[in-house]
T-cell receptor
Framework: NAGVTQTPKFRILKIGQSMTLQCTQD?????MYWYRQDPGMGLKLIYY???????DKGEVPNGYNVSRSTTEDFPLRLELAAPSQTSVYFC????????????FGPGTRLTVL | GENVEQHPSTLSVQEGDSAVIKCTYS??????FPWYKQELGKRPQLIID?????GEKKDQRIAVTLNKTAKHFSLHITETQPEDSAVYFC????????????FGKGTKLSVIP
């Protein structure tokens, strides 16, 4: 199993550009999450999903959108990128129900200039 | 919502000494408390967790204790080694039955050989 994979690993965007961060998991987990990690800060939840077709906002959803059309994929969309979105983005998945454990992807380092 | 405070933000210990990191949480309904280790440039990885019906859990050199009354939990690392150097994050579920996690801001542990 590859676990949770993310692409790209690095990206530089110009202000106002848009992009999609990809996240895929092969563990058949129902729960998936997007976090951002700023220097010296913990992980803040952007959006999460409890299953295909179901998404909900986390603590810091402004400027982002998500979709969950399949169990495996949970892309994060940035519209009109701003310098404040410069961060490391982690996707995670979890089985839920019997366990709360979340497994993280390798992260995407995004810089907005 | 849940609020998780973590202390200290940085910790330096001599190799072989013990390290203790403490966290407090605000939501009395929280029922799961994981600890993640994040090495530089890597993804967070679960090292130990504890549920609210347990007061202490050990795994070799790592232990976690939970005081539900005081709403705090701690990570204890004994016989520290240089490879224990990393940033450690505590987290708590955001309410009973929730599969969301709220993270502390992290503790940078340095083990000096």
């Amino acid at each position: 199993n590859a676990g949770v994979t993310q692409t790209p690993k690095f990206r530089i965007l110009k202000i106002g550009q848009s992009m999609t961060l990809q996240c895929t998991q092969d563990m058949n987990h129902n729960y998936m999450y997007w976090y951002r990690q700023d220097p010296g800060m913990g992980l803040k939840l952007i959006y999460y999903s409890v299953g295909a077709g179901i998404t909900d906002k986390g603590e810091v959803p402004n400027g982002y959108n998500v979709s969950r059309s399949t169990t495996e994929d949970f892309p994060l969309r940035l519209e009109l990128a701003a310098p404040s979105q410069t961060s490391v983005y982690f996707c995670a998945s979890g089985q839920g129900v019997l366990t709360y454990t979340q497994y993280f992807g390798p992260g995407t380092r995004l810089t907005v200039l | 919502g849940e609020n998780v405070e973590q202390h200290p933000s940085t910790l330096s210990v001599q190799e072989g000494d013990s390290a203790v990191i403490k966290c407090t949480y605000s939501d009395s309904a929280s029922n799961y408390f994981p600890w993640y280790k994040q090495e530089l440039g890597k993804r967070p990885q679960l090292i130990i967790d504890i549920r609210s019906n347990v007061g202490e859990k050990k795994d070799q050199r790592i232990a976690v204790t939970l005081n539900k009354t005081a709403k705090h939990f701690s990570l204890h690392i004994t016989e520290t080694q240089p490879e224990d150097s990393a940033v450690y994050f505590c987290a708590a579920t955001s309410g009973a039955g929730s599969y969301q996690l709220t993270f502390g801001k992290g503790t940078k542990l340095s083990v000096i050989p």
